[in-house]
Nanobody, 126 residues
């Protein structure tokens, strides 16, 4: 089992920044690909960003490219999502997820992830 705990969400004005963290425990962190997903009210969960086990490969949803950065610290068993230039449409509950995968591949679909955090709310006001 892998436990994931997100933090760093909150209320921010449009154009502002937030940094989400996801601390993991239970298994060897470097054995897992990591992803950030989000779900807005009445919408389906969607991938925001993903990072390979090595940290060398990343995926970003088109609408967040150039604004969001995913990173991981295998020494701290933590994955981060730096979110800049936030927009009201970024408002959602953000979830981190962990799943097995190839060492160098960032996985961008939810079914590949078998461990999920409880989510953290991000609200961007206009």
């Amino acid at each position: 089992q892998v436990q994931l705990v997100e933090s760093g969400g909150g209320l921010v004005q449009a154009g502002g920044s937030l940094r989400l963290s996801c601390a993991t425990s239970g298994r060897t962190f470097s054995n897992y690909a990591m992803g950030w997903f989000r779900q807005a009210p009445e919408k389906e969960r969607e991938v925001v960003a993903a990072i390979s086990r090595s940290g060398g490969s990343r995926f970003y949803k088109d609408s967040v490219k150039g604004r969001f950065t995913i990173s991981r610290d295998n020494a701290k068993d933590t994955v981060y999502l730096q979110m800049n230039s936030l927009k009201p449409e970024d408002t959602a509950v953000y979830y981190c997820a962990a799943g097995p995968g190839p060492y160098t591949v960032a996985i961008n679909y939810a079914s590949a992830y078998n461990y999920w955090g409880q989510g953290t709310q991000v609200t961007v006001s206009s």
